[in-house]
């Protein structure tokens, strides 16, 4: 299957930095990439879908000056959580699918574990 | 709207024993349904998947079937090993403008299998 690698795998920094995490397909080119959280023991909550060249779509709740989203290129997206505080410590998991190719899989990065202190 | 349902967890087995994990789904149109799976600290990975009504997706002794006369994809195995335990997600992919994949998940359920 197609590999998504995100880095790092987890991250702690203090209160009112900002933190990039990264998210590339390694053999494969990806369109579109989506950006989930979870909260320990839930489900993982869309942020938004990044959308190669273009502005992301972000989630209704999901504040865009916050969670800053760029996909500059067809391998790799990068999300920057502005001046972090604790209650965005959280597990960050990244995806990606194919370009080309409708109602396909979506591959899953290893998550980041963001702790802000 | 689109949304997922699966059984509350956790669900605590003895190795061997059979396991059935509840999904239902609401959609509209004809979306693809999955099963991931999440081992600890760790990101998701797919387990299983189906396109179309009646398809049965089947991986590691994991089989699922699309039923669309009852919404469902109930994600079963008939002997579970400790190696099992993780917690399993139900999703389906619900498609945006472009034909590009937003999936859907549930709520997880853990499931936890002893020796």
């Known amino acids: 299957g197609a590999v998504v690698s995100q880095h790092p795998s987890w991250v702690i920094c203090k209160s009112g930095t900002s933190v990039k995490i990264e998210c590339r397909s390694l053999d494969f080119q990806a369109t579109t990439m989506f950006w989930y959280r979870q909260f320990p023991k839930q489900s993982l909550m869309l942020m938004a879908t990044?959308?190669?060249?273009?502005?992301?779509?972000?989630e209704q709740g999901v504040e865009k000056d916050k969670f800053l989203i760029n996909h500059a290129s067809l391998t790799l997206s990068t999300l920057t959580v502005t001046s972090a505080h604790p209650e965005d410590s959280s597990f960050y998991i990244c995806?990606?699918?194919?370009?080309?190719?409708?109602?396909?899989?979506?591959?899953f990065g290893q998550g980041t574990r963001l702790t802000v202190v | 709207g689109n949304s997922v349902t699966q059984m509350e967890g956790p669900v605590t087995l003895s190795e061997e024993a059979f396991l059935t994990i509840n999904c239902t789904y609401t959609a509209t149109g004809y979306p693809s349904l999955f099963w991931y799976v999440q081992y600890p600290g760790e990101g998701l990975q797919l387990l299983l998947k189906?396109?179309?009504?009646?398809d049965k997706g089947s991986n590691k002794g994991f089989e699922a079937t699309y039923r669309k006369e009852t919404t469902s994809f109930h994600l079963e195995k008939g002997s579970v090993q400790v190696s099992d335990s993780a917690v399993y997600f139900c999703a389906l992919s619900a498609s945006l403008s472009g034909g590009y994949n937003k999936l859907i998940f549930g709520a997880g359920t853990r499931l936890a299998v002893h020796p």
């Open positions: 995806s990606a699918t194919r370009q080309g190719l409708a109602n396909t899989e979506a591959f």
């Open positions: 189906a396109t179309k009504a009646d």
């Open positions: 990044s959308n190669e060249g273009s502005k992301a779509t972000y």
